[in-house]
């Protein structure tokens, strides 16, 4: 069965710290997406990153980084310098079967606070 | 294009009450979902449509909760009878089967329930 797993509630760092944040996934799926989404109070969830499973090369977006290794089935993602503004609850996503469906199975999402 | 627009957004309802929620997917999107989300946890799939046909129901989504997408386009989540236990974060999203244009799943900011 596919399950995803971040495995830190909780992190606080102070403002510019670099974090990561841990996603670990199974799935017996050869074909599949990897998503980052973000939820800041308001509750929407804001998409930053899909990754198949085909492509295993790290992207760089701005302040974020995303670390995809099938070999150990995480896709870790990294704020680097951090602000108040990331300040958040973040989810690491699954789509299983993604060219039937969009499905997502989420982990249990991970609250990053970042004090000034 | 405004993205995924959900309504309302707040709700306050009376145990045994119906309530209804709808959704306006992104307009080129034929795919919609609605998850659920209680607090502390990541969105739970409930159910998904393709076109106005309901291809997928959750477990979750018992006999008092019904969703429709008459023409394909807008959705509507109905729950008969609330529970206390129905109180929780409604979410939808929606995304398209054109694999050319990535199969990226973008989500409304939901609509909160509180049943008291």
């Known amino acids: 069965a596919q399950k995803v797993t971040q495995a830190q509630t909780e992190i606080s760092v102070v403002e510019k710290e670099d974090v990561t944040l841990d996603c670990v996934y199974e799935t017996r799926d050869t074909t599949y997406y990897l998503f980052w989404y973000k939820q800041p109070p308001s509750g929407e969830l804001v998409f930053l990153i899909r990754?198949?499973?085909?492509?295993?090369q790290n992207e760089i977006s701005g302040r974020y980084s995303w670390n995809f290794q099938k070999s150990t089935s995480s896709f870790n993602f990294t704020i680097t310098a951090s602000q108040v503004v990331d300040s958040a609850v973040y989810f690491c996503a699954l789509s299983e079967a993604p060219y039937n469906t969009d499905k997502l199975i989420f982990g249990t999402g991970t609250r990053l606070q970042v004090f000034p | 294009d405004t993205g995924v627009s959900q309504d309302p957004r707040h709700k306050i309802t009376k145990r045994g009450q119906n309530v209804t929620f709808r959704c306006d997917p992104i307009?080129?999107?034929?795919?919609l979902y609605w998850y659920r989300q209680t607090l502390g946890q990541g969105p739970e799939f409930l159910t998904y449509?393709?076109?106005?046909?309901?291809?997928?129901k959750s477990r979750l989504l018992s006999d008092r909760f019904s969703a429709e997408r008459p023409k394909g386009s807008f959705s509507t989540l109905e729950i008969q009878r609330t529970e206390q236990g129905d109180s929780a974060m409604y979410l939808c999203?929606?995304?398209?089967?054109?694999?050319?244009?990535?199969?990226?799943?973008?989500f409304g900011e939901g609509s909160w329930l509180t049943v008291v």
């Open positions: 449509f393709q076109n106005e046909a309901q291809l997928e």
């Open positions: 307009s080129e999107h034929n795919r």
């Open positions: 990754r198949n499973s085909f492509d295993e």
């Open positions: 999203a929606s995304s398209s089967s054109d694999r050319s244009s990535g199969n990226t799943i973008y």
